[in-house]
């Protein structure tokens, strides 16, 4: 069961890089990062590292393709 929930993000980013553009497909697939992170916090478990690397990387995605002041 907690291998899909750590599959998630990449099923949703996905699925929506089908159907909507690549900055909304992004942001949903890091608040579902950051939702199962929360979730593993609240219930007392153990943080999963992928879950937490994506969650940084795709936070961090967005700004880095943004182009900055000329």
Do not use: E
């Not at 900055?23 to 950051?34: Q, R």
């Not at 879950?51 to 995605?61: E, P, Q, Y």
């Amino acid at each position: 069961m907690a291998i899909f929930l750590i599959l998630a993000p990449y099923g949703a980013y996905t699925f929506l890089m089908l159907v909507t553009s690549a900055t909304i497909s992004v942001f949903a697939a890091s608040a579902i990062c950051l939702a199962t992170i929360t979730v593993d916090v609240a219930r007392g478990r153990s943080v999963k590292i992928l879950a937490t690397g994506s969650a940084t990387f795709r936070n961090t995605l967005p700004s880095r393709a943004t182009p900055g002041p000329r």
